[in-house]
């Protein structure tokens, strides 16, 4: 999801990062930095050189974006429930400014549990943001275990709809069907969109998908690391 | 001082495009004149305290000062988190207009009385805390937010509160200002605390005992220079303050004496608010009677600290 927004879909530019025009995104689940700061590197945002100092005390890159810190991060986040309102207000702003950018919210299954994320969905609604898109990374599984059992979300689809947004679902691993998506922004004039991106925690590494133990994972046994390898080299 | 601060929301928008009102639920007809002259800008939101947070951090990151309005618990304990994050960790200029600080919804029980919220906005980094005494102080310090960089938490009191400030003193955000001149007791006090001190020491001048009144109006960034400044000379600092005993104007007296100071701190006296919920209703003044906040029972209390005190006066500098 992060590298077809970035690479595919994103107006940014890297050498003038601060662009009145350029689009806005929001890492909202601010712990999935590492796909983000990945990216941004990749564009050329800060040297590639900077990943290898992951949460180090100097680093910029720490376990949760942060803006001012890291360039081409517009929000900091990592406290859940925080982006789509923040998105509300950016989106807002370009309206009221007259200005073509949008603003893209990256949110998590679980982070939706946060009343405040169906707070920012009424105010996105009431205002019309079609300059508004909400992606959220529906992997059906959280810190503890399965949505479904920690709080059940469906009928998700239904629930966006019905506060407003015009909502697609989409195969969050299927690049081509993302960015196709992606690409038809607003999905429905005079409304704010929301994706909905199916998709498997872990995917491509068989030890990490679908499994909630991985989740936090921070201690790996070589044959895990290996195992990685493996999984990364058939990219 | 409500209606001058919303008023002054207007006039402020008149001047500078940037300015936007956001309230939650306000009151009916809240700044009628201005949605209708900047409907654009003149943002009703709904009860959704922590999303409106958010979005004004959003809306300033592009350039606006919003000046969000609601209920002082709903502005602070609803949405700490958004504050913190949003607002202080981005320090970003938004304008916290909080209703009802401290005792004003007295009636409406502890749900709607606002009585640690100095204590957890001056907690936060970034963020300025301001309690203004009265209307007139409360439309200059309003001419002073527009420009200010960082969130600003602004503690309004009832309205109809006597007129004490004047003009010739000015108004700058983290500049006390010395209403009296320190005798044997200086009093300091933020927000609507000012009109009982000064009531307070005209009750003790007819004791002979001389009081000061160092109006912090500011609670965050604390001026500290005229605080050190005004205690010299004085046998007993009393702090006054419509506020939990813990994290308001007291402690953040005493915390800056004692980094200044360190040994040889002054007699001080902390006339608060009980560190508990209030399940009395009534009204604002009613409760503070009740809790010794009068101006006869500051001054009942100020006399017997003096007569407690048995030390010589100490040697107070602001070294």
């Known amino acids: 999801m992060v590298r077809v927004l970035y690479d595919d879909v994103l107006r940014i530019d890297p050498s003038n990062p601060r662009d009145p025009n350029r689009d806005r995104a929001i890492l909202s689940k601010g712990h999935g930095c590492l796909a983000l700061y990945a990216l941004l590197a990749d564009r050329g945002f800060f040297p590639l050189s900077e990943l290898d100092g992951f949460c180090g005390s100097d680093s910029i890159l720490g376990g949760h974006p942060e803006y001012g810190m890291v360039p081409g991060v517009e929000a900091s986040t990592g406290a859940l429930g925080h982006g789509l309102s923040i998105g509300v207000g950016l989106a807002l702003a370009a309206r009221m400014r007259e200005r073509s950018y949008r603003t893209f919210v990256l949110l998590g299954d679980g982070e939706i549990n946060e009343g405040s994320v169906w707070e920012a969905a009424m105010g996105a609604a009431k205002h019309g943001l079609d300059n508004l898109v909400a992606m959220i990374d529906y992997n059906k599984l959280q810190s503890y275990g399965p949505t479904d059992y920690v709080l059940p979300l469906e009928p998700l689809a239904d629930k966006w709809r019905s506060f407003g947004f015009a909502v697609q679902e989409v195969n969050g691993h299927d690049v081509g069907a993302l960015r196709t998506v992606l690409k038809q922004v607003p999905a429905v004039a005079g409304k704010p969109t929301a994706i909905i991106c199916h998709t498997v925690k872990g995917k491509g590494l068989p030890a990490a998908e679908s499994n909630a133990d991985w989740h936090h994972k921070n201690k790996l046994t070589d044959s895990e690391l290996d195992a990685i390898r493996v999984a990364v080299g058939d990219f | ?319």
């Open chain 2, 1 to 319: 001082m409500r209606n001058t601060a919303m008023n002054m929301v207007h006039k402020l928008a008149a001047r500078d495009e940037r300015v936007l009102y956001i309230g939650s639920d306000p009151g009916a007809g809240t700044l009628r004149a201005m949605s209708k002259e900047f409907p654009k800008r003149h943002l009703i939101e709904g009860i959704s305290e922590a999303h409106i947070i958010g979005m004004s951090a959003g809306l300033a990151m592009e350039g606006f000062v919003p000046y969000v309005n609601t209920i002082a618990t709903f502005l602070t304990r609803r949405c700490y988190e958004q504050v913190a994050v949003d607002l202080c960790l981005h320090n970003l200029p938004v304008r916290l207009i909080a209703n009802g600080g401290g005792l004003v919804y007295a009636p409406l029980g502890p749900t709607h009385q606002a009585i640690e919220d100095i204590a957890i906005m001056r907690a936060l980094p970034n963020m300025t805390v301001i309690c203004p005494c009265d209307a007139d102080e409360a439309a200059r310090m309003m001419e002073q937010t527009l420009d200010w960089k960082g969130p600003i938490y602004i503690r309004l009191g009832k309205g109809g509160d006597a007129i004490v400030s004047k003009a010739e003193h000015g108004f700058e955000i983290g500049k006390a200002i010395l209403m009296r001149s320190s005798g044997d007791v200086l009093m300091v006090t933020t927000g609507i605390m000012l009109q009982r001190a000064l009531a307070a020491a005209d009750l003790l001048a007819a004791q002979g005992i001389r009081a000061g009144i160092l109006h912090m109006h500011t609670v965050k960034p604390l001026d500290t220079a005229a605080l050190l400044q005004a205690i010299r000379g004085t046998r007993l600092l009393v702090t006054l303050e419509e506020h939990v005993p813990s994290g308001g104007l007291g402690s953040a007296v005493a915390e800056a004496l004692i980094d200044k100071l360190g040994s040889g701190l002054p007699a001080m006296l902390r006339l608060s608010l009980p560190d508990r919920f209030m399940h009395n209703y009534g009204s604002q003044d009613s409760l503070l009677k009740k809790h010794g906040l009068s101006a006869s029972a500051i001054a009942t209390s100020i006399e017997h600290a003096l007569a407690a005190s048995h030390t010589p006066s100490p040697q107070l500098h602001s070294t």
